[in-house]
T-cell receptor, first 115, second 113 residues
Framework: GAGVSQSPRYKVAKRGQDVALRCDPI?????LFWYQQALGQGPEFLTY????????KSGLPSDRFFAERPEGSVSTLKIQRTQQEDSAVYLC?????????????FGPGTRLLVL | GDSVTQMEGPVTLSEEAFLTINCTYT??????LFWYVQYPGEGLQLLLK?????DKGSNKGFEATYRKETTSFHLEKGSVQVSDSAVYFC????????????FGKGTLLTVNP
């Protein structure tokens, strides 16, 4: 596709439920990023992949968060045993290589509400 | 660590007014600087960027100049339109961790006709 796509766009989960959020990056983009955006805040970095390798997961808030990109294209962010504080918009971005000057292209986000 | 401080909003202007949104940063090395915009109901879009000191990024009438001496990257537009109403985010990628973006909290701009 022309841009980064994410699904689902909205997800309502009951506390304790597991969720999986999908990201399809721009075709051919090596680098993929996940960010978390709380209401009224700027996005915060969660994790970074270069191809299938997860090079940085320092932003994942707890061991309930897990991300993968097994074939170096589509990525899934999984949250186990969701908590209310996990409610946020989860943004995926991709860039061609990941160099400092490159633009990161963002998807529309998945809005997660945990009840 | 890296950080970005943006002018707090919301900012409300009349059409054709002059816009400035201040942004200052703290970073390792020589960062690349970005302004992203989020229109209502849409995703983040790159508005402009600058990758070295004294560079000026520009797009859609918006400008920002990378000022290393003041660690600033203020966003300006000479004459805003109603369609510019959005949330604006200043962001950086530093030399220390040159792949992830560090964002400010965002500034909501509302332009009235």
């Amino acid at each position: 596709g022309a841009g980064v796509s994410q699904s689902p766009r909205y997800k309502v989960a009951k506390r304790g439920q597991d969720v999986a959020l999908r990201c399809d990056p721009i075709s051919g983009h090596v680098s993929l990023f996940w960010y978390q955006q709380a209401l009224g805040q700027g996005p915060e970095f969660l994790t970074y992949f270069q191809n299938e390798a997860q090079l940085d997961k320092s932003g994942l808030p707890s061991d309930r968060f897990f991300a993968e990109r097994p074939e170096g294209s589509v990525s899934t962010l999984k949250i186990q045993r969701t908590q209310q504080e996990d409610s946020a918009v989860y943004l995926c971005a991709s860039s061609l290589w990941g160099s400092p000057q490159e633009t990161q292209y963002f998807g529309p986000g998945t809005r997660l509400l945990v009840l | 660590g890296d950080s970005v401080t943006q002018m707090e909003g919301p900012v409300t202007l009349s059409e054709e007014a002059f816009l400035t949104i201040n942004c200052t940063y703290t970073a390792t090395g020589y960062p690349s600087l970005f302004w992203y915009v989020q229109y209502p109901g849409e995703g983040l879009q790159l508005l402009l960027k600058a990758t070295k000191a004294d560079d000026k990024g520009s797009n859609k009438g918006f400008e920002a100049t990378y000022r290393k001496e003041t660690t600033s990257f203020h966003l300006e537009k000479g004459s805003v339109q109603v369609s510019d109403s959005a949330v604006y985010f200043c962001a950086l990628k530093s030399g220390g961790s040159n792949y992830k973006l560090t964002f400010g909290k965002g500034t909501l701009l509302t332009v009235n006709p």
